[in-house]
């Protein structure tokens, strides 16, 4: 049974850092990795997608040039460091993991969920 722990959230201000660490156990690491968000009130949305090897990530437009995905698989983790953070980025961040080669936008395609990591950004 794959198990991913999600770590790393916090309350910040707006413009400040934070780095969420995805933890996986239970299974082989060669899984592509996604993180998703579901804001107060609001449906879990796609955040960022890195394939198997790391050599190709993908980001949601409101996020690009900000956040950035990356993965060590010798230690089983992913990252997301998240920089210039803003009131709406404020969410609940899951990481996800499916096997495959690239990288997966799409939260249905997922086999594997953390339990999910709060971040909140205040202004």
């Known amino acids: 049974q794959v198990q991913l722990v999600e770590s790393g959230g916090g309350s910040v201000q707006a413009g400040d850092s934070l780095r969420l660490s995805c933890t996986t156990s239970g299974g082989r690491f060669s899984y592509a990795m996604g993180w998703f968000r579901r804001a107060p009130g609001k449906e879990r949305e796609f955040v960022a997608a890195i394939s198997w090897n790391g050599g190709m990530t993908f980001y949601a437009n409101s996020v690009k040039g900000r956040f950035t995905f990356s993965r060590d698989n010798a230690k089983n983790t992913a990252y997301l460091q998240m920089n210039s953070l803003k009131p709406e980025d404020t969410a609940v961040y899951y990481c996800?993991?499916?096997?495959?080669?690239?990288?997966?936008?799409?939260?249905?395609?997922?086999?594997?969920w953390g339990s999910g990591t709060q971040v909140t950004v205040s202004s």
């Open positions: 996800a993991a499916k096997g495959g080669e690239h990288y997966y936008t799409n939260q249905y395609e997922y086999e594997y």
